[in-house]
């Protein structure tokens, strides 16, 4: 398997465009989840789908940000409108087991640039 | 409650020294601690992981203690090298709540100087 891929790798924007990042989860996995990663705050869970249907969406900054699943191997994150504070890098990852017990398998990640 | 603590913020480690790692939870429930290493440009990958009932951990030059009594567990690197030069994140979940997530520390950034 090619593992979690992730697009873009990189995008620059400006504040108050749509983002749109993209994920294919690894095949069979049946969690998926959306982390942000900044030096100040570190590894954050945004959110998790399991079976495509979201089970924890507490970590979702504010209503500018949403994330869907329409099928198993397919997940997006929007944001809309985009400020200079979304910057980040945001990761998608992958496991086959529940989320307090499964190895976690990260993409790439998205480097998300606001100006 | 939810978080895990995690220091040095950084480390510059020499070539074949040990460099130690720590974190501290407060959630007495927690009983899965992993530990991931992520280099630049990668996402994080599972190096190593502990449950609760042993305090200790090994897997090559890596070793995991635990002390639960004090909920703390630290990462030890022995012999480092150049390419161990990474950031580290531990981790904790409640593995008997299936739908807990893992819950990440701040990560460490690890600098082995040759």
């Known amino acids: 398997d090619a593992g979690v891929i992730q697009s873009p790798r990189h995008e620059v924007t400006e504040m108050g465009q749509e983002v749109t990042l993209r994920c294919k989860p690894i095949s069979g996995h049946d969690y998926l989840f959306w982390y942000r990663q900044t030096m100040m705050r570190g590894l954050e869970l945004l959110i998790y789908f399991n079976n495509n249907v979201p089970i924890d969406d507490s970590g979702m900054p504010e209503d500018r940000f949403s994330a869907k699943m329409p099928n198993a191997s397919f997940s997006t994150l929007k944001i809309q409108p985009s400020e200079p504070r979304d910057s980040a890098v945001y990761f998608c990852?992958?496991?086959?087991?529940?989320?307090?017990?499964?190895?976690?398998?990260f993409g790439e990640g998205s480097r998300l640039t606001v100006l | 409650q939810q978080q895990v603590k995690q220091s040095p913020q950084s480390l510059i480690v020499q070539k074949g020294g040990i460099s130690i790692i720590n974190c501290a939870y407060e959630n007495t429930a927690f009983d899965y601690f992993p530990w991931y290493q992520q280099f630049p440009g990668k996402g994080p990958a599972l190096l190593i992981a502990i449950r609760p009932d042993v305090s200790e951990k090994k897997e090559g030059r890596f070793t995991i203690s635990f002390n639960k009594s004090a909920k703390q567990f630290s990462l030890h690197i022995m012999d480092s090298q150049p390419g161990d030069s990474a950031t580290y994140f531990c981790?904790?979940?409640?593995?008997?709540?299936?739908?807990?997530?893992?819950?990440f520390g701040k990560g460490t950034t690890l600098s082995v100087s040759s």
């Open positions: 981790a904790a979940s409640n593995d008997g709540q299936a739908g807990t997530a893992l819950i």
């Open positions: 990852a992958s496991s086959f087991l529940p989320p307090s017990t499964g190895e976690l398998f």
